[in-house]
């Protein structure tokens, strides 16, 4: 199966992880290309589960950089697994290549599109893929590149893991770039925080009433959120600050959408921290009992929060500003954005790893056009080859054995998941 990874124990000392310099160089070449790539991806968005056609470029550019490629993995999912020539960890790198559905765009919309960024998440990581095969004579370890479809319906990640490609490959940890409405070239760590899960109900009412009354819970339940949805850029602006503000308005938060549907609130929350879930539903359920006849069911066990683990993003915030400069990171005090959730939160309980914002604003554009699920979402295309250098780097550095890193404990990284 071409997924084993070799996982033996490095000999004769520790050699130094494949230089910044090299990479950058690297991509230097490749970067016009990429951006090219991506115009590609942009051009051909496909739905959660359809992904056929991205997966089809991926494969192809993946062999063509000389890794063992495996398709049809959870669906459309692409693994290419690339061997440095030096022994050393295993580590993962994920992208997600669907595109947004017409209902989840801001406003609606009349076909999917990549207004989220994943054709950007899915270029860097090729980009990384294509890097590091150039180097591969300087790299340490394996490198597992994961192509998932299907995030947008969180499908994907728990797709990809039951076919057993975490197992298979004997990844010790995992890392991710999201788009996020970051100035280009900033990066936004997640250092103990990451995105909320998600909890559903729904309440039934009956009676004469019961349209009326419906409406009237709905908003009674509304009242339960602590931050609103955005309705203007400048709510936008608010909240990307407000993440960044330790102990500030989003350190707790509940986030709710409550619709009346003829005799039926359907409602959908999110919250901070996951705990919470048993206080918002027990709200839920004292609102929807002081109209008579309600009924309430929660269809679902929430799903997951993601939960990045602190001391990794740390590290990785630490390499950022060494290597791209001291003002290349933002710290984030908070799950963020507070409507959204990510099932990459799935492989983090499964292993360690970091999730970042990838800064994609160009200078003097509007918000919306670097946050995700906007119509106009139109990300600077120079973070492209930003992450690629930011990432190859830190990949590279990851697949070296902590006992070969001069001056680190036994257990550098290595800090468990949520």
Known sequence: MVWRSAGRAVAGGWREPVAQGAVDAEVACLERGLIEMRREIHRHPEMPGQEWRTAGVVARELRAAGLAVTTGVGGHGVVGVLHGSRPGRTVAYRADMDAVPPKDIVGGGSAPAH????????????G????????RQRL????????????????????????GVLERTGVEEIHA???????????AVTPGYGMPGQDKAEVTLTGPDAHDAARRLA???GTLATVPLPQTPADIERIVADAQTPNGPLARFVAIRARAQEAKVSVSYRCWPQERYTEVRQGIRRLAMSHAGAGVSFPTEPFPAMLCP???ARMLAHRLRRTRGRDAVTVLHAAFPPFSGEDFALYLDQIPGTYTFLGVRAPGAPITTSYPHYPDFAPDERAIGIGV????GWIAQRTHRAQDLPGVSSD????GGS
């Open 128 to 135: 990384v893929a294509q890097v590091l095969a150039r180097l």
């Open 115 to 126: 207004v989220c960024g994943h054709d950007i998440h899915t270029t860097v990581a090729l």
């Open 140 to 163: 340490s370890g394996t490198v597992v590149f994961l192509f998932q479809p299907a995030e947008e319906t969180l499908a994907g990640a728990r797709a990809v893991i039951d076919a």
């Open 310 to 312: 602190e001391r990794d």
């Open 389 to 392: 250098r930011a990432m190859t």
């Open 219 to 221: 908003a009674e339940i």
């Open 177 to 187: 770039l999201h788009c996020g409405p970051f100035p280009v070239g900033r990066f």
């Open 412 to 415: 550098y990284g290595l800090s």
